[in-house]
């Protein structure tokens, strides 16, 4: 329970529709793995495809989970007919991404009518142990859709 | 022509040789387009499997190839024996990513014994156009080998 | 009760001494709210010498003051003859600073040998009413004392 | 010559008017050393009360001019009867901050209807010896100034 009232009735199924068109996330492999007013979690299983040289997970990728988990999160609390965009964002990487999965835990923390700030903390799971293995800020840009896509 | 003196005479082939380790580059289709000492470019071509929900590319993909020709900028200093490591990185994110290919340039502006900071500018390619679209800073720690794969 | 087990037993009088020294903390007018084992709060009060042009609190007075408290944090699980320096760091400013009073909680969200990354959140405080109005995340690098001040 | 065309003729006098409001930069005693549309450089005289534990100048103080640099350089560019406030920024410490005088180069990297990315470089000048001692990123958002005063 976030606190968050949704401007949008339809935010899931807008979320979940959006997230189907990141064919990013699709070639991750990763999955929606919970979704509530003003927090997504997205789940990135460890792949042998997505690793850095020492065989863990590449940073690019805790990084790709942890972008779209915020800016899902932000998504989640916009009025009808807008589209967000990352405007920018700051990870630090804490441990090294070894696990079986990984869920970035995406969540607003402070909304707003033009720009939108969330933080992700990234776990690694491993057996019954689970790791804070990278945390981001975000900045978030809430659009009209007839805005066109460039970030104003 | 940076200006700065690589500690390790083999620094090119060590660096091409860890690169062909990060398999998430091979996934997304990356390639070294230029690598001297101080400073390595990234080629991304345009692949529709790396998308946001607006078929630019994701800020993640474009995140991952910053952040590998950043690392690999400051490996190129690095003593032999060592290994380098992401502890942070912050992108700000100028425009939409579309263009047929892009070039993460990735410069060591502050070269350590044990932290290094790199600057990304990324640039896209349409044609003749090319737009910076990103800009990335990075602090990169640099470690022995036998000190394992831990961020320290 | 943050957990964390401090490896100098002294950290309490180590950090307030250190505190003293910083000149800037004492022309600004913070001084240390709360002080404890991975956790440190300092409290700056308004004052109409350190605000921006409209009368609210410069983001540099708030940056100042997080990044001392972030600071602090990490230095109270330093070990005994060390010091600590920021590496970096990144801060949202959520809302305009106004308010008789500010706190930044600083607090440590990932020791480490070398390097921990803290996180500070500063409140407004207006009668009751408190306000997130910024949050910064910080790398910090803990050093011997005989290293010298350098940056490494 | 940066290149930019203001959209205000009169920037220079309404960035001087808004940079006599800012009283931190007073009580720092940092002062306009250039301005012109797109770039903003500020001098900050080393002083004994704006210091770290070391004697060096606190990051703080470093960051504060730094952040007006960059907030004042996209203001520059701004139209009439708009304000401007920084949204976030971060910021890289390359070297301790020991010198006579420090400058702060901050100039716009990508300016936008809203939003406007700059970079500050700053310097510290010691006798003929000048060096790096940080690099800011800065997220800034023009408003209209009936907009009111809150981050939107």
Excluded: W
């Amino acid at each position: 329970m976030s606190g968050f009232i949704p401007r949008n009735a339809e935010f899931e199924s807008v979320v979940r529709e959006s997230f189907r068109r990141q064919t990013l996330m699709a070639t991750l492999g990763a999955t929606i793995d919970r979704l509530e007013a003003g927090a997504v979690d997205l789940r990135l299983p460890y792949s042998a495809a997505l690793c850095q040289q020492n065989g863990y997970l590449h940073a690019g990728a805790i990084a790709s989970v942890a972008d779209s988990a915020n800016g899902y999160a932000a998504y989640t609390l916009a009025p009808v007919d807008t589209d967000v965009l990352a405007v920018e964002f700051k990870i630090n990487l804490l441990q090294p991404a070894r696990g079986s999965y990984f869920i970035a835990h995406g969540r607003v923390i402070r909304p707003g009518r033009t720009l939108t700030v969330c933080q992700a903390d990234v776990l690694a799971h491993d057996g019954d142990l689970q790791v804070l293995i990278a945390t981001m800020l975000s900045t978030i840009i809430v659009r009209p859709r007839t805005t066109g896509t460039e970030i104003s």
